[in-house]
């Protein structure tokens, strides 16, 4: 058989079953091979950044790679954002990008560029597969990669002629080792010697300790300990809502984060990263852990860490312990002028239980978490790797992943924009994903970041460069032209209604929230 | 003054005078410094592609370099790809990259990358400023570098903390030597003597050749010798119209193209290379030019096109020629339902003095260079470097460095909607702008190439890979969306009635031409 179907039978044979595709001419073999290979679900989107950041979000709710087809290196430039955010959120994808047949590379064609070194940037696994007899190898190679654990951005570059090539056959993954080794048994008994003295300690959880068997042993550790339980300001995946142990994720700025963290002591890590804050600012620290705090780390990103939180439940006889968790609890629905605090709160008064909410409203965000810590339990994917435009595609791939499952995207104005194309794969898909726009008409975060800076007063050429309301941008009127029904709300009362109406109807809906 | 405001201030005073911008925290100084330099325009885009594609737009109308502020590794790979147009269309652009404070990259906070690595794959010239003294030197190498000649992207990478110290002065471009070398003299006569041979012989024409002076002396050339007059497939910017001499460009597609070039016998190459395909197709050839043809170098882009040719026209004797110009002619406007032959008739109909046209039209391209060859004199700016999602960027680029010109974005549906956030930046500058979409509800040129790798058969999953019709895009929506007035046009009348509509009122207007 030819290279591209060869690979699309390895990639499905390993459990990758759906590709985001925004395919040109050079990946036409592998479009074509779609065909012979039934089990492969290609989803369209209209720009790379759809597909890139709707593998990721498929990656995080479904542990299994998400894989892409993108044209060449400007294709893969487009997604490169995306991919970017994939990489920090450390989940498994295979980056499929076509290239020019390998003899044509001497034309330098107007499309020609150097397509693994901008890969490098993103994924640390890059190979171009250079024979059509090697592909399917390449293709284990690559899905082994992604894997990981830790999962990454596993990059195969797919040369023409290579796809279009015969002679290659498939090839299965062989079994191999995915687990992670548990913290050390001197790492765990330092750990809970820490934690048993006094002093006031926390625990800062992120990866997999923030799901949900994660979180029931941190609860645990802290219910004996009187640790508290931090995440990390962006999760890949959280699990939370009624019935689960509550974390307190470190915000986003540092000033709040400083304050939240500055009678600490101790501090653990469990696949988190020492607390810095995103941005530097002038004459402020980066770092965020007051002077004097032991940090210590029970687990890294290439540690297993439910399996470290549980040997730690272990070492400190924490077994039998009754782990705080959250209580049921639904604000009530809002009325009267719309403004981000009650938009949260009609959010938090119809969240469906098992809920996949994709978060990127950035300064709207803040009352979200008050408002939804007693819904029923849900799943919360955040902006991990930090460059905006990812909520919108995320629901794409989550909604693919979990076509059983409610999605939320509670996505800013600004930063919905980046990828605002991933509204007509929702429609084309009929994905059931609320998309609910924190409608400010400015980029509020670099009003705020321009005074956090001290580059105030901003005169009004700055102010501009913030300014989303000339023109007023319509977003209905995006979505009907992507084919998404969408409609206004301006009242707590319509924010409210237009929840549950779009939860009563399948298929995507978008809501423009118009807020202060 | 801060080194954001002295590097401001030594763009300004370098001729650099417009930045397309879609800034980010780090980034705040450098908006906030805009205050303090009046004479730098900032236009603000929603997406990076569209900054990066204006740039070039701007570039290419000006001859100045265009500017872009971008925010950080994932800022840049939005905008990677229409920066890489513009490393193929040689431009001068100066693409100032944000990046984390000095001492912040210690933390690798989230949206740390490697911006270097990735910068250099459009742009030769690359450097990290790190000293707020240094900064407005580091400017003045970005800006000669940008110039050229030829023209190229220099990217020059700005930490926050270089940005916002004190101490920096702004520093002026010292005068230095722009021109390019002519082509010797023994060139000059060795491609006389072979164009006074029989024999069928082309000139390639590419960069400067494409502009008047360059076309004339062509034209001369052609007078004299019988040399048809070839331009490369996807010029910068091509001069064009009624009272000019016209060239046939190379097309897009091998098999025509080889049907143009069967017959030479000889090929001048002017600032252009050796023709091959876009794509490699199985079992051809990318190579283009028929066998046997000898093909000879007047110049390359590192020589002056101009004058070498008006060299060439002294070695023949040809000064005193009188060249072919194209004679005036319009079509007759369009009758019944559209077509892409009647939107590029209704388009010629109207077409004005002076217009800019942006064209990515793609397979709708085919008719528009026959029904506009007569139109007054107007530049006709394509997609060099094949990354589609230019068009709409590239027209707004064009419509802020010649605002005394209509500019005519003739843009093909699909990739059209990869910079579709163009429009607001269209409606918030009241850019005098017509987009016309030509909506096949398809990525055609797909169609076209499975087609041509000989892929097909197609079945109903690659067939649905180049389906833009489920559901089908209203671009009046999206136009609307945007804040910029749009119709939609489904016959040849409506379609004339409405590009004159658009030509009466200022300010941008698109129209969605429904075709075939």
Redesign the interface.
């Known amino acids: 058989m030819i290279g591209a179907q060869a690979l699309i039978r390895t990639l499905v044979d390993a459990g990758v079953t759906v590709c985001f595709?925004n395919?040109?001419?050079?990946e036409?073999?592998f479009?074509?091979?779609?065909?012979?290979v039934p089990e492969m679900r290609?989803v369209?989107a209209?720009?790379e950044?759809v597909a890139t950041g709707a593998a990721d979000g498929y990656a995080r709710m479904s542990d299994a790679p998400g894989a892409t087809l993108l044209h060449?290196?400007?294709?893969l430039?487009?997604g490169?954002?995306n991919l970017?955010?994939a990489r920090?959120a450390k989940v498994p994808i295979v980056n499929i990008v076509g290239d020019?047949?390998t003899?044509?590379t001497q034309?330098?064609?107007?499309?020609q560029?150097?397509i693994e070194?901008?890969a490098?940037?993103?994924s640390p696994w890059v190979r171009t597969s250079r024979r059509t007899e090697d592909i399917a190898a390449d293709a284990v190679d690559a899905i082994v990669a992604a894997h990981g654990p830790p999962g990454q951005v596993a990059t195969l570059i797919l040369p023409?002629?290579v796809s279009?090539g015969d002679g290659a056959e498939p090839l299965r993954v062989p079994e191999y080792d995915v687990s992670l080794p548990t913290a050390t048994e001197d790492t765990v008994e330092a750990v809970a010697e820490a934690l048993k003295r006094d002093g006031a300690t926390a625990l800062l959880l992120g990866g997999s300790a923030l799901r949900e068997r994660g979180l029931l042993a941190a609860g645990r550790i802290a219910a004996v300990t009187g640790a508290r339980l931090l995440g990390v300001?962006?999760p890949t995946r959280l699990q939370r809502g009624a019935g689960l142990p509550a974390v307190e994720r470190i915000p986003y700025f540092p000033d709040a984060a400083r304050a939240r963290l500055e009678e600490l002591e101790q501090l653990v890590l469990v696949d988190a990263?020492?607390p810095?804050?995103?941005?530097?600012y002038?004459g402020k620290r980066?770092?965020l852990a007051p002077d004097g705090c032991e940090v210590r780390e029970l687990a890294s990103s290439e540690t297993d860490a439910i399996a470290s939180l549980e040997a730690l439940v272990e070492a400190l006889g924490a077994a039998a312990a009754t782990p705080q968790l959250a209580r049921a609890f639904r604000p009530q629905p809002p009325t009267g002028t719309l403004d981000a605090e009650k938009v949260a709160r009609a959010i938090g008064s119809v969240l469906p239980e098992r809920a996949i909410v994709c978060e990127e409203a950035i300064t709207s965000a803040l009352p979200l978490p008050a408002n939804t810590a007693g819904a029923p339990p849900h799943d919360w994917l955040t902006l991990?790797?930090?460059?905006i435009?990812e909520g919108l595609p995320l629901a794409v791939g989550a909604a693919v992943a979990r076509p059983d499952r409610p999605v939320f995207a509670l996505q800013a104005d600004?930063s919905g924009?980046?990828t605002?194309?991933s509204l007509?794969t929702m429609?084309?898909e009929q994905l059931d994903v609320t998309v609910v726009i924190f409608n400010n008409r400015s980029y509020r975060?670099?009003k705020v970041?321009?005074e956090r800076?001290?580059?105030?007063p901003?005169?009004?050429?700055?102010d501009?460069?913030f300014?989303?309301g000339?023109?007023?941008?319509?977003?209905?009127?995006?979505a009907?032209?992507?084919?998404v029904p969408g409609r206004r709300a301006e009242t707590g009362e319509e924010m409210t209604e237009a929840l549950q109406d779009a939860a009563a109807e399948p298929g995507p809906h978008l809501i423009d929230a118009v807020i202060g």
């Open positions: 595709t395919p040109g001419t050079s036409m073999h479009v074509a091979a779609l065909d012979e290609a369209l209209l720009f950044g060449l290196g400007p294709g430039g487009n490169l954002a970017h955010n920090r020019h047949a003899y044509h034309y330098d064609a107007p499309l560029s150097d070194t901008v490098r940037n993103v023409a002629d279009w300001v962006f990263k020492p810095a804050s995103f941005f530097a002038p980066s770092y991990t790797g930090g460059a435009g600004g924009l980046y605002i194309q007509w429609a084309r975060i670099l970041e321009l800076v001290g580059a105030q901003a005169g009004p050429k700055a501009a460069q300014d989303l000339h023109p007023e941008i319509n977003f209905v009127d995006l009907a032209g992507f084919g």
